[in-house]
């Protein structure tokens, strides 16, 4: 079988196409900005005798209509290319980019009904809604939205496993048919890398990986933060004075030298992941708990049948995740032992504890709980700062003095009356966050911390294709652009966060 | 002033001793002692063996007894053996326990000794210092007069064509780390076989086959335009953005200030009300968030002295943590949070030295 060409039957069209608007915005940008510096200037309004306002064009205004038109022809043709690789039954005909196109169908159609669902209701949708009246936001909005269904129908998606190996397309160029495998889609869109692995899927699966972690070691990382920043905000004093320069501390340490001393096999096997994980773990429960103590404190019913239950099962949860520990198990256990005492039961009651997984918790794999555990240690001293500043600008507010008057306790007022006005400028940075936690990750895999070698995730993926980057620039190439694009969203979708949070 | 700067310098000293004695910890835990007994002696060694090469050495002592001896406040070690030699933390190589100080540490200028590179840290240390200063003061010389160019030109007119394009730019500029743009400039500018350097040779513009050079080990010796640019534009892309940003805010903010209206009512030239009535407030703001950046291009040092193979400071650390080498270690961490303090301490000064409100309240 030949080799996919990029463009398949569309290209002699399109690909001039594309060419021409590339010219022509470029020309125009260039024309503008000399017009611009010659002191030409974009038509102002002229109101007319009859009260309509009319533009006079000139130059410069026909430079920037060039401009938005090369921008939606180019945009068209891409659209027109991605509509063809789906419609196209031949894999000659659709090409690389129509073939790309048309794998990740699921995606597009997901795309497709959130943005038209949202802006169908986005006047009932507060914050959410308001992103849809910002473009900068929506572009940034798709682009992330991209990823996470990309992530969450990678299984569509891909075309062959991640760490299926086929020697004979080592380093192989985008496009290159496979041959000898049955049953297996007959090419590598994106081409082979060093040990003949699919790049395609394996980007596409990197996506999974990065999602998987980056959004959660965010939420810890703030759970942690707003526990620790309400009070040493509000109440201040010695509390406040330690933990600040505990974070301090933490912010002094270079992200890379503290990534290198924690996430090594040696640090594993001595059980410091597992104490860090105890630590940090335990805060989140106790806001929680806090969080619903404070608000129900006068209603024993849902203390009792609510809160109470609910910490207990974070609690099981947290037990079990973290020291692999079921109190069940060993209540039951030592339960049997206390009734047959006399009889040699104390082997049972060991084999019996060993063998029960925990019902309740997650078995996270050493490596992953290290990286999980650092990317929280890492972010949560900057979220700390954050929600200390809010609390210091929001506790001096009246709404404040009024609940202190009404005698509330200081846990509802952090909880209940500061929190929820500090909520806008949380969203924003938690968005700035993944991305940077992305980064994060990313910097893990490229160094090879604490990541599985076979693993997709984009920055091992880039580290491995470094090393022959001069000459087979395509491995490392798509999940660079991957994490630049998920990222760059991320960063949009902030931006218009903020931009449309400040308009009320 | 002289107080707050004494407090500083006083918390400074006590978050180092703190860091050091975290680095210290982790690198002298159990497994991580074996490993260096392993890699340093040999590899098939017994658990009985390593338990005696690690006694032989003076790491089986208590922790906190080592750390002193580190710092100098702690007679070093020393042991004479069954057949008479004489050894210890103190006594190089040929000397006598009389001979030798009863004090080497820190305070004393000792940094230790390097285990993978069998020579004194502070040898190592210095050399490579230099090499990433280089690097980062042609960084920093690059990416400083870009970002506040960037940043000034968006903020003087909020929410014109201009700033919008701008902020996008910075804005995707702090979204691409080092490890990513350092990959797509290599692509890019210095692959034989991808990006534009083909062309360019085949149309005879560029001497040799690719435009940069995607190594950058040959400007440890001689830095030149064709091996620096790619590193050096690596870093200062993402560094740029968040720059940029801060200049932005700040001198949009200083644009809607009243001052600025009436210069504008008085009939002041716009180039004027910017050069010489906003640009100077402008820049209090971004100036604390360039020296706050200073730590923050470690990582990035790091990343690109390790992508394009340049023998600097980030690459002596890579290669400390990856063998264990624990005094190199601690020395790095000791520079890294020097650098990490001291920084925040000039931001902290500068700020105030530069806003006549703080100084004078």
């Known amino acids: 079988m030949d080799p996919l060409t990029w463009s398949g039957s569309l290209g002699p069209f399109l690909n001039p196409l594309m060419l021409g608007t590339v010219v022509v915005f470029g020309v125009a940008l260039a024309l503008n900005i000399v017009m611009n510096i010659v002191g030409m200037r974009p038509a102002e309004p002229i109101v007319n005798?009859?009260?309509?306002?009319?533009?006079?064009?000139?130059?410069?205004?026909?430079?920037?209509?060039?401009?938005?038109?090369?921008?939606?022809?180019?945009?068209?043709?891409?659209?027109?290319?991605?509509?063809?690789?789906?419609?196209?039954?031949?894999?000659?005909?659709?090409?690389?980019?129509?073939?790309?196109?048309?794998q990740f169908l699921p995606v597009w159609i997901a795309l497709i009904v959130t943005f038209v669902v949202s802006i169908k209701f986005k006047r009932r949708l507060g914050l959410y809604g308001k992103l849809f009246d910002n473009l900068v936001g929506m572009i940034g909005f798709g682009m992330?939205?991209?990823?996470?269904?990309?992530?969450?129908?990678?299984?569509?998606?891909?075309?062959?496993?991640?760490?299926?190996?086929?020697?004979?397309?080592?380093?192989?160029?985008?496009?290159?048919?496979?041959?000898?495998?049955?049953?297996?889609?007959?090419?590598?869109?994106?081409?082979?890398?060093?040990?003949?692995?699919?790049?395609?899927?394996?980007?596409?699966?990197?996506?999974?990986?990065?999602?998987?972690?980056?959004?959660?070691?965010?939420?810890?990382?703030?759970?942690?933060?707003?526990?620790?920043?309400?009070?040493?905000?509000?109440?201040?004093?010695?509390?406040?004075?330690?933990?600040?320069?505990?974070?301090?501390?933490?912010?002094?340490?270079?992200?890379?030298?503290?990534?290198?001393?924690?996430?090594?096999?040696?640090?594993?096997?001595?059980?410091?992941?597992?104490?860090?994980?105890?630590?940090?773990?335990?805060?989140?429960?106790?806001?929680?708990?806090?969080?619903?103590?404070?608000?129900?404190?006068?209603?024993?019913?849902?203390?009792?049948?609510?809160?109470?239950?609910?910490?207990?099962?974070?609690?099981?949860?947290?037990?079990?995740?973290?020291?692999?520990?079921?109190?069940?198990?060993?209540?039951?256990?030592?339960?049997?032992?206390?009734?047959?005492?006399?009889?040699?039961?104390?082997?049972?009651?060991?084999?019996?504890?060993?063998?029960?997984?925990?019902?309740?918790?997650i078995n996270i794999d050493g490596n992953l709980l290290i990286v999980f555990v650092s990317v929280v240690f890492v972010n949560s001293p900057t979220v700390f700062r954050i929600v200390r500043g809010l609390v210091l600008d929001i506790k001096t507010r009246d709404y404040v003095a009024?609940?202190?008057?009404?005698?509330?306790?200081?846990?509802?007022?952090?909880?209940?009356?500061?929190?929820?006005?500090?909520?806008?400028?949380?969203?924003?940075?938690?968005?700035?966050?993944?991305?940077?936690?992305?980064?994060?990750?990313?910097?893990?895999?490229?160094?090879?911390?604490?990541?599985?070698?076979?693993?997709?995730?984009?920055?091992?993926?880039i580290n491995e294709g470094r090393r022959l980057l001069t000459v087979y620039p395509h491995p490392p190439l798509p999940p660079a652009l991957a994490l630049l694009t998920m990222v760059l969203g991320l960063n949009l979708l902030a931006d218009g966060l903020r931009e449309e949070s400040l308009k009320d | 002033m002289g107080l707050f700067i004494l407090r500083r310098v006083g918390v400074m000293i006590l978050t180092a001793l703190c860091l050091t004695f975290i680095v210290?910890?982790?690198?002298?835990?159990?497994?991580?002692?074996?490993?260096?007994?392993?890699?340093?002696?040999?590899?098939?060694?017994?658990?009985?063996?390593?338990v005696q090469w690690l006694d032989n050495r003076g790491y089986s002592r208590p922790l906190l007894v080592r750390y002193g001896e580190w710092l100098g406040v702690a007679p070093g070690w020393t042991r004479v053996a069954d057949d008479g030699t004489e050894s210890g933390r103190c006594i190089d190589f040929g000397m006598t326990i009389a001979e030798s100080p009863a004090f080497c540490g820190l305070f004393q200028g000792d940094l230790g000794y390097s285990t993978v590179s069998a020579d004194d840290v502070s040898n190592i240390v210095g050399g490579r210092l230099a090499l990433t200063g280089w690097l980062m003061l042609i960084a920093f010389s690059v990416m400083v007069p870009g970002a506040l160019i960037i940043g000034i030109l968006a903020g003087m007119k909020e929410g014109s064509r201009t700033d919008r394009t701008l902020s996008t730019i910075s804005i995707a500029s702090t979204a691409t780390p080092e490890y990513v743009s350092g990959v797509l400039f290599i692509i890019l500018l210095a692959s034989s076989t991808?990006?534009?350097?083909?062309?360019?040779?085949?149309?005879?513009?560029?001497?040799?086959?690719?435009?940069?050079?995607?190594?950058?080990?040959?400007?440890?010796?001689?830095?030149?335009?064709?091996?620096?640019?790619?590193?050096?534009?690596?870093?200062?892309?993402?560094?740029m953005g968040y720059i940029a940003r801060m200049t932005r805010a700040s001198m949009a903010e200083v644009m809607t200030a009243q001052y600025i209206r009436t210069a504008r009512l008085k009939g002041v030239s716009f180039r004027n009300i910017v050069m010489k009535h906003a640009l100077r407030n402008a820049l209090i703001a971004p100036f604390t968030v360039i020296m706050l950046q200073i730590p923050w291009l470690l990582t990035g040092v790091v990343i690109v002295e390790t992508l394009f193979n340049y023998n600097g400071f980030g690459w002596t650390l890579v290669q400390a943590a990856s063998n264990n080498?624990?005094?190199?270690?601690?020395?790095?961490?000791?520079?890294?949070?020097?650098?990490?303090?001291?920084?925040?301490?000039?931001?902290?000064?500068?700020?105030?030295?530069?806003?006549?409100?703080?100084?004078?309240?």
């Open chain 2, 24 to 50: 210290f910890f982790l690198t002298n835990l159990a497994p991580n002692l074996e490993k260096l007994a392993k890699t340093q002696g040999n590899a098939r060694m017994s658990d009985a063996e390593v």
């Open chain 1, 49 to 102: 005798a009859d009260h309509t306002i009319s533009y006079r064009l000139g130059a410069p205004d026909y430079m920037l209509l060039a401009m938005k038109y090369a921008v939606f022809v180019f945009l068209g043709a891409a659209v027109i290319y991605i509509l063809g690789g789906i419609v196209q039954p031949s894999m000659q005909a659709k090409g690389i980019i129509g073939a790309v196109g048309a």
């Open chain 2, 194 to 239: 991808a990006g534009i350097s083909p062309w360019l040779a085949e149309n005879g513009w560029i001497e040799g086959r690719t435009l940069f050079l995607g190594s950058s080990r040959s400007a440890m010796d001689d830095i030149t335009f064709w091996n620096f640019s790619l590193p050096v534009m690596t870093i200062a892309l993402y560094g």
């Open chain 1, 144 to 361: 992330v939205m991209f990823w996470v269904f990309t992530a969450i129908f990678a299984g569509m998606v891909v075309t062959h496993g991640p760490i299926d190996v086929i020697s004979g397309l080592r380093n192989d160029p985008p496009g290159s048919a496979v041959t000898g495998v049955d049953g297996a889609f007959p090419y590598y869109l994106l081409g082979g890398d060093g040990l003949g692995r699919d790049v395609f899927s394996r980007m596409v699966m990197g996506a999974r990986e990065v999602l998987t972690i980056a959004p959660f070691a965010t939420l810890f990382a703030f759970m942690v933060g707003i526990t620790l920043g309400l009070p040493a905000g509000y109440m201040g004093g010695r509390f406040d004075t330690f933990i600040t320069f505990l974070a301090n501390l933490v912010l002094a340490f270079p992200v890379i030298l503290l990534f290198y001393l924690l996430v090594t096999p040696e640090i594993i096997a001595a059980g410091v992941p597992v104490y860090m994980a105890a630590l940090l773990f335990v805060l989140p429960i106790g806001f929680v708990w806090v969080l619903l103590y404070s608000r129900y404190r006068a209603q024993p019913h849902i203390i009792k049948w609510v809160a109470v239950p609910i910490v207990l099962l974070l609690l099981l949860f947290y037990l079990g995740t973290v020291f692999r520990f079921d109190p069940i198990v060993w209540l039951a256990t030592s339960f049997i032992g206390y009734l047959n005492q006399g009889n040699p039961v104390g082997e049972w009651m060991e084999t019996t504890r060993q063998a029960y997984e925990p019902l309740i918790g």
């Open chain 2, 325 to 361: 080498d624990i005094e190199l270690l601690l020395s790095i961490s000791i520079v890294a949070v020097i650098v990490v303090l001291t920084t925040q301490l000039i931001s902290d000064i500068g700020y105030v030295y530069l806003n006549p409100r703080i100084r004078i309240s």
């Open chain 1, 402 to 461: 009024a609940a202190q008057t009404r005698g509330e306790g200081s846990w509802y007022i952090m909880l209940w009356e500061i929190l929820p006005n500090a909520r806008g400028p949380l969203i924003v940075d938690f968005c700035l966050r993944i991305g940077y936690t992305t980064i994060l990750l990313g910097t893990l895999g490229f160094f090879g911390l604490g990541v599985d070698p076979e693993s997709p995730n984009w920055g091992s993926t």
